[in-house]
């Protein structure tokens, strides 16, 4: 099962598996998003804007909830790391950067 991930400014949508987080959707379907660690949790380059479908989210887990507040941000649900996002609905997010992977 997946469910429909959308992203804004780029228009990009993913299909996110259950279980998979949405940096890693992006990858695997080819896109580049702004990361420095991989996906690791530990660098918060990947957060997100949650705009509609937070009901649909994954809970704020600590490692999660640890760099929200490093990035001076309210633990509200709706900034969120991208590599711990897990989704299990439809949601849009805000999130500049997010390309096609070029060929390399
Ligand atoms: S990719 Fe580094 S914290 Fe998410």
Not at 31 to 39: A, I
Not at 48 to 65: K, T
């Amino acid at each position: 099962m997946t469910h429909r991930v959308a992203v804004r400014p780029s228009d990009v949508q993913l299909d996110v598996l259950d279980g998979e987080d949405v940096f890693s959707a992006a990858g695997r379907l080819g896109y580049r998003w702004p990361t420095v660690c991989g996906g690791r949790g530990t660098c918060r380059t990947c957060f997100v804007r949650i705009e509609e479908g937070a009901e649909n989210c994954s809970p704020v887990d600590p490692l999660e909830r640890e760099g929200i507040e490093a990035l001076r941000m309210p633990v509200d649900g709706l900034t969120r790391l991208a590599c711990r996002l897990r989704v299990e609905g439809p949601v849009t997010v805000t999130k500049r950067g997010v390309r096609r992977r070029t060929q390399e």
